[in-house]
């Protein structure tokens, strides 16, 4: 770990991604492929609810658009720039600059357009404790767009955090652990209710590295929705992803399933 907090996106980052990220429930089968001549092709095949579909896309772009990313370190000291923009779009543009201390951080983002939004993070503490906070604020209507606070306590084995989100609307708890020193095996708990409807959602899941190739995961809510996903890498930079989910309290008990291939860059 590294001398500071830590950024205030990763505040219960780690929980989020083992419950949500690559998971589908949908039954979907998506290859993408793509040419140094600019030339895209995807094929897709999709079912839900039912009836199911395919096609297949091809797409050419030559010098239409330019997407960059530059990231610039220490311009000022103890600075991250990251300069982000689309050309010829020049309103999607991006700029962001990233503070880091030994004991807070900081980051301030604002659109190229002509009524950006400005978003602030900042958090203070150590590696082991931080808790900070976010806002976004509309220059156009003068409003925030979004505040929200957290606290978080890492580990090298566990992880916890709350945050208060949705503009103090949502309250998530959540606590990761890890079984093993290799971390091959982890579990997972996270507690979220919304004030403004007085819902609880409890959520449970679980990883397992089967190999340095192969991860399988699974979840449970206390609403009865039931996901698992398995993902292998195949070759370097290609990965499958089989997913699924189906509603334990559903009479038909009918299991829908997803199946994705994913290409890294």
């Not at 980051?107 to 357009?113: D, E, L, R, Y």
């Not at 978080?152 to 020193?181: C, E, N």
């Amino acid at each position: 770990m590294g001398k500071g907090p830590g950024l205030f996106s990763d505040v219960g980052k780690k929980a989020k991604d083992l419950l949500t990220k690559d998971y589908s429930s949908d039954q979907k089968f998506t290859f993408s492929t793509y040419s140094s001549s600019g030339v895209a092709l995807t094929s897709t095949a999709l079912s839900k609810g039912g009836l199911s579909s395919g096609d297949v896309a091809a797409q050419y772009k030559y010098k239409t658009s330019i997407s960059t990313t530059l990231t610039f370190t220490d311009l000022l000291p103890s600075t991250k720039t990251i300069a982000s923009f689309k050309l010829p779009d020049y309103n999607s543009g991006k700029l962001e600059v990233q503070y880091f201390h030994d004991h807070a951080t900081f980051t301030t983002a604002v659109g190229s357009n002509q009524s950006p939004v400005i978003d602030v993070t900042a958090t203070v503490g150590n590696p082991s404790i931080a808790f900070g906070g976010e806002a976004g604020y509309d220059t156009t209507s003068g409003a925030f767009t979004k505040y929200t606070a957290g606290i978080s306590v890492t580990k090298p084995d566990l992880s916890f955090s709350i945050i208060l989100g949705d503009k103090g609307d949502t309250i998530r708890a959540s606590y990761l652990h890890h079984l093993d020193q290799l971390k091959t095996t982890a579990a997972v708990g996270e507690l979220t209710r919304r004030f403004s409807t007085n819902e609880n959602t409890v959520t449970v899941g679980g990883l397992y590295a089967v190999d340095t190739l192969t991860v399988v995961k699974a979840k449970l809510n206390n609403h009865g929705k039931l996901g698992a996903l398995l993902q292998h890498e195949v070759i370097p930079k290609s990965i499958v992803t089989i997913s699924g989910e189906f509603d334990t309290k559903a009479l038909d008990k009918n299991p829908r399933f997803g199946l994705a291939l994913a290409l890294k860059p």
